[in-house]
């Protein structure tokens, strides 16, 4: 199997501004052409950091995406060898986009910039 499969953890339609108080996420695979070829919305029964850990483990998540990252569950995400990008704000649209061309980073902030 070639491509990766991400988690998105989020908030409504945005980015949640942490990986341990948010009870939705958006899974997808994103194939070596950068081009988003599955995608699934998963609700969780409650906000945690240990079922969202476990849930990336039972299901073969290369990479999470979140905004702020308990070291915890940082380090042990990373322990498992999955991918983590974190301090990333944003609309979904902007940040799966960014996510699928591989130019996504930590400390990304993906909001639209009002004009004055």
């Known amino acids: ?20 108080k948010t009870a939705e996420a958006l899974v997808c695979d994103i194939d070596d052409a950068g081009e988003v070829t599955s995608r699934s919305e998963i609700i969780f029964a409650r906000n ?37 990008i974190d301090n990333v704000a944003g609309e979904l649209g902007p940040v799966l986009d960014r996510l699928a061309r591989g130019r996504l980073t930590s400390g990304d902030i993906l909001f639209p910039q009002g004009g004055a």
């Open 1 to 20: 199997m070639s491509g990766h499969r991400v988690l998105i953890a989020l908030r409504g339609n945005e980015v949640a501004w942490r990986f341990d």
């Open 48 to 84: 945690s950091g240990e079922d969202l850990c476990e849930y990336v483990l039972a299901h073969n998540i290369d990479t999470v995406v979140a905004g702020g990252v308990e070291e915890e569950y940082y380090h042990y995400l990373r322990w498992k060898r999955v991918d983590v």
